[in-house]
């Protein structure tokens, strides 16, 4: 259906170009115009209602009308509406969420770092990891590590640690010195009767056997997820990540864990780490550190870390990174209030509440459906991943796009739904959602998980 002529539709096809967007069907299709939300609902411009089950992208963690947020906006905006960090500038929202972070982090950090989104600051840890080697005299220890699925962001450097195939064809990607192991999915990848400690174990020894054939004193640094998110909500195998920062330790590589989506409650903890048992020397933090109302995305680094970018900073005259708004003191006030609002709301004690029971509906209401072939997750984040055939696992086709299929027919029923990697079904609802709208929001995934169970029958397209 073609849009009125001079509508917003029409208008957003002629000139915007979209991230993740099939740029000649978006021709024919146009967007779908978000103009309003509250609470865990957004209305288009025709004034439909949707419920946002993955809180936009995975981020908009108080929901979508917090006027605390926009008033420490607005308030910020009126007393210093901008200023920069560079050559030792401060300013006070700059040093409190500094502050504020340090204090909440979940092992012992050193300083923070601001940039504006999780691909910056990715990229930012590989250039601080690089530039340390480099100061403290091991310039060949620049190699790094990360999964096949994981996704860490789509700048040059940061794109190379994503291990998604979109991410990487016509890219000219990964970058040379960046290499990935296996998805640590033991749905998928583990041998027939391996145990999730047995899956773990051997992942652990691939990883050592990797970094030993590439040579220890090459590799710098290793970077995970704790809870995988675009790669479709993939939850490490039990003991995981105490085999894996075993191998760590024993190569002096340094461990970067990407909480981008996991950080601030959203796993039932305030970091994913705590809930997997992590140490990070590098922890990476955006999205719900200002619940998105503005960008900020944030680096701590532990005293190790630092200790060599300072090393390298006096040698030189200068640490030559950073962005011009690297800690805008406008985004940095709204995560101020934030993190006072987490705290203030008790909103662990809510997730911990509310997740089990969407943890508990998710299983009960979805794994025998006959196009489910796992539900994963924890917290008030899960994956529902489709499979052409429940009993050998065989997901469908992606030239069949069942899950892309499935989000359209969503939309239609007032559900925005996420597809990921495999037609996983990605679930990571504002933390504000109550049971209640938890229910309404899984009756909307039902009715249109049926409604694409009926097609694929009639193209016969799975083994049901």
């Avoid at 989506?261 to 140490?279: A, D, E, P, V």
């Avoid at 009960?364 to 539900?375: K, N, T, Y």
């Avoid at 504002?430 to 193209?459: C, G, H, Q, W, Y």
């Amino acid at each position: 259906m073609t849009p009125p002529r001079n509508s917003t539709a029409a208008r957003d096809i002629a000139y915007a170009l979209h991230p993740y967007t099939d740029h000649k069907a978006h021709l024919q299709n146009g967007p779908v115009v978000i103009s309003r939300g509250k609470g865990v609902r957004v209305w288009d411009d025709q004034g439909k209602e949707y419920i946002e089950s993955v809180a936009g992208l995975w981020c908009a963690s108080l929901g979508f009308d917090n006027e605390r947020l926009v008033q420490a906006a607005a308030e910020q905006m009126r007393k210093l509406p901008f200023y920069h960090a560079f050559t030792a500038k401060s300013h006070e929202p700059l040093v409190d969420l500094s502050e504020m972070l340090i204090e909440r982090a979940p092992s012992p950090m050193s300083k923070v770092f601001f940039a504006n989104s999780g691909s910056e600051a990715n990229d930012s840890a590989i250039k601080m990891i690089w530039y340390m080697n480099n100061a403290i005299g091991r310039p060949e220890k620049k190699k790094i590590f990360a999964r096949l699925k994981g996704y860490h962001g789509i700048t040059l450097a940061a794109a190379s640690l994503t291990g998604l195939p979109a991410n990487h064809k016509l890219f000219d990607l990964p970058l040379p010195g960046f290499h990935h192991v296996s998805t640590p999915h033991h749905y998928h990848g583990a041998l027939p009767g391996e145990s999730e400690e047995d899956f773990a174990t051997r992942l652990a020894q691939e990883l050592d056997e990797a970094i030993i054939k590439e040579g220890p004193e090459t590799v710098a640094a290793f970077w995970a997820e704790p809870i995988m998110g675009a790669g479709g909500v993939i939850l490490p195998p039990a003991t995981y990540f105490p085999k894996i920062q075993a191998v760590l330790r024993k190569h002096d590589v340094l461990f970067v864990v990407d909480e981008v989506i996991c950080g601030f409650w959203r796993t039932g903890n305030y970091w994913g780490s705590q809930t997997l048992g992590i140490q990070p020397d590098i922890l990476v933090c955006a999205k719900a550190l200002s619940a998105s109302y503005l960008p900020i995305s944030a680096v701590l680094v532990n005293e190790r870390v630092f200790q060599g970018i300072a090393e390298g900073s006096s040698s030189i005259g200068t640490w030559g990174h950073g962005f011009t708004y690297s800690g805008h003191p406008v985004p940095a006030a709204v995560a101020i209030e934030t993190l006072k609002i987490y705290d203030e709301m008790g909103i662990g004690a809510h997730v911990g509440q509310v997740g089990a029971h969407m943890q508990k509906q998710l299983r009960a209401r979805f794994a025998d459906h006959p196009l489910v072939g796992e539900v994963r997750g924890t917290g008030l984040i899960a994956g529902v991943e489709l499979v052409a055939d429940k009993a050998t696992k065989k997901n469908f086709d992606p030239a069949q796009k069942v899950g892309i299929r499935l989000t359209k027919i969503g939309e239609q029923n007032g559900i925005i739904l996420r597809s990921m990697t495999n037609d996983s079904i990605g679930f990571s609802p504002p933390l504000i959602i109550t049971e209640e709208e938890v229910d309404e929001m899984l009756n909307r995934f039902a009715k249109s998980l049926d409604e694409i169970a009926v097609t694929v029958r009639r193209e016969s397209l799975a083994a049901v």
